[in-house]
Structures are given as structure tokens and as C-alpha cells.
């Protein structure tokens, strides 16, 4: 019995240490705690409704069981995971801030689609977990240094887009990017790695090309957060531009 919550903790750790941080980061008025579980919850419901979504796709044959192809790498990341899991991040992360009221700073977007993310990570990193019971360790080990972090950073991008929307940052023919830009890079996250399986020979060159695009996101992630940290000191009053 205390195996099982040991997996449990080390599948719910990382994305709790990642929310702790991303609160922290929020230095001009942090969320209510009861805000932050519920954005939690949120997306424990997200991961609910993205397999759902990949559930049917899947029986529909529109996505392949297994990848043999570099094509069917990047259509099962993009079809199979990017999408739908994204879709379901961004309705609940709508959900979840479309008459919050504690939703009045624009880095507040960040941190309400970052506890979603990790609510979906948590979630996911459970099921994998216990899928492969017998390597629990190496699985939590290689999930919390990446795919974690991964799910974080689409969060971030998402948070941040939803903001600049929110507040009036960004033209409204740009709004598309809250969900294409994390579907971006989660899609390329997952194809990179289902590529390196199956271009065996180029394997090493692929996953070292992962090893690059996680860098490049992480500062990428960076720098929108810094961004809007940045926005909420210039502009204390925090108004939506419809109400302002």
C-alpha cells in the first residue's frame, strides 16, 4: 500500500514544485490558494476530456496505432495529442477565468493555465506510471525532467496569449495564436520523439535536436513570463480593455 503513494507522490510532485514556482513568480498579488486548486482540478478534467477526444479519434482510424513514418510521427503528434489536448486545456482554462474575478493582472493567465497544464500532467503522469509499474522510477525520473516541464511551457504559452487577448494586447486576428502556438510546440515536442523511434539509424541527431527545442521553449517561456511581469508593473490598474 505505501508503494502506491509513493508513485503517487513522485507522479504529482513535479507539476506541484512547477505551480509552486509559477505563484512565486506572481509578486504584485498572488492567487487565492482555493483559485490555484480549482485550476488543479481544472485540468485533472482536461486530461478526462482529451481522452475522451484521442479515444475517438483513434476509432475512427484517424489516428495510427503505431508510427512507421516520419509523416505518421508528426500526424499522431499533431492529431493525436497536440490538438485535442490542447482544445481541452484551452476550454477549461476559458472555463475556469470567464467570470473570475480574481483574473485582473495578465500574469495572472499564466499562472491559471499553468495549474491547468500541471493538473493535466499530474493526471497523465499517474497513468503512465502505473502503466509501467515495474519501471515506475526511470518513467517519473525522465517525465518530471521533460515531458512535466513540457506540459508547463505549452501552459505558459497558452496563459500568455489568453491575457494579451484579455487585456487588449493583441489584435484580435492574432487571437488564433492561444491555441495554435502551444499546439506548436507540443506537436513538435511529441513528433521529435516518435520520429527518433522510428528513423532509428538518425536517432541520435533527432533526440539531440529534442534536446534543443526543450531549451529553446524553456527560454521561450522565460521571456513571455518576464514579459508580463513586466506589462503588470507599467500598468497597475490591470483593466480588461472592454472594461476600460
Aim: charged content about 15%; proline content about 4%.
Amino acid at each position: 500500500m505505501n508503494s502506491i503513494y509513493t508513485v503517487i507522490f513522485a507522479a504529482v510532485l513535479p507539476p506541484f514544485l512547477l505551480i509552486l514556482y509559477v505563484w512565486w513568480k506572481d509578486k504584485y498579488q498572488r492567487e487565492p490558494f482555493s483559485q490555484i486548486a480549482k485550476g488543479f482540478f481544472y485540468g485533472v478534467l482536461s486530461a478526462g476530456i482529451a481522452l475522451g477526444l484521442e479515444t475517438a479519434l483513434s476509432a475512427m482510424m484517424l489516428v495510427p496505432n503505431e508510427v512507421v513514418t516520419p509523416f505518421q510521427a508528426f500526424w499522431k503528434a499533431f492529431v493525436g495529442a497536440a490538438i485535442p489536448e490542447e482544445l481541452a486545456k484551452l476550454f477549461m482554462l476559458w472555463l475556469l477565468l470567464r467570470r473570475n474575478k480574481y483574473f485582473d493582472e495578465r500574469f495572472d493567465g499564466i499562472v491559471y493555465a499553468s495549474c491547468i497544464a500541471m493538473g493535466f500532467a499530474a493526471t497523465e503522469n499517474i497513468i503512465y506510471l502505473f502503466s509501467n509499474i515495474d519501471n515506475w522510477q526511470s518513467v517519473a525520473v525522465g517525465r518530471a525532467m521533460f515531458a512535466v516541464p513540457g506540459h508547463w511551457l505549452f501552459g505558459v504559452a497558452m496563459g500568455y496569449f489568453y491575457s494579451m487577448i484579455y487585456f487588449g494586447d493583441m489584435n484580435w486576428r492574432k487571437a488564433n495564436r492561444v491555441f495554435w502556438i502551444p499546439v506548436l510546440l507540443h506537436g513538435t515536442y511529441d513528433g521529435l520523439l516518435f520520429l527518433s523511434n522510428v528513423s532509428t539509424m538518425w536517432s541520435g541527431i533527432i533526440l539531440m535536436c529534442f534536446y534543443i527545442f526543450c531549451f529553446k521553449m524553456l527560454q521561450y517561456g522565460r521571456r513571455r513570463i518576464s514579459e508580463h511581469l513586466s506589462r503588470d508593473k507599467k500598468d497597475p490598474t490591470q483593466a480588461a480593455f472592454w472594461q476600460s
